[in-house]
């Protein structure tokens, strides 16, 4: 397992969209490893593998010690709506509140390619949806509610 370089806000590939994961191949399972060793160096609770560099559809998310890998997730179903404050590693030292559903159900598949079903709520969905959005090209920061704030303080887009 190794550490790689996180993509920083700025770069252009962080704006371009992924595709999806054909192979569930060591390719994938490295990847994945690889994603798991460079989110624990930087105290993250999620990545996708766009921040690592790889325009492939995977993220991993890990909420109050319960890590899950997703690949080529598919939110399904949203409900209600929650307001926190959020950070990226891609994005630095700025957080900001953004609005998501409270409740989410999302389809993906693990590393072995095998489908899954989850419905998740707080934290583990707004992760969750923060890290599809990276598979997008799209930053906390676009949807913040403190975009101003970060434009005002010099932030970039
Ligand atoms: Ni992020």
Redesign the pocket.
Known sequence: MAIRKVVKIGESSLRKKSKPVKDFDEDLWQLLDDMKTTMYENDGM???AP?VGVLRRAVIVEVNNVFIELVNPEITARKGEDIEEEG????GAFRGRVVRPYEITVKAFDRFGYPFTITCEKWLARCIC??VD?LDGV??VDKSLDKNKYLKQGGVL
Not at 88 to 91: A, G
């Open positions: 999620g990545l996708a921040q990226c590693l891609s994005v923060h890290e990276h930053l906390f």
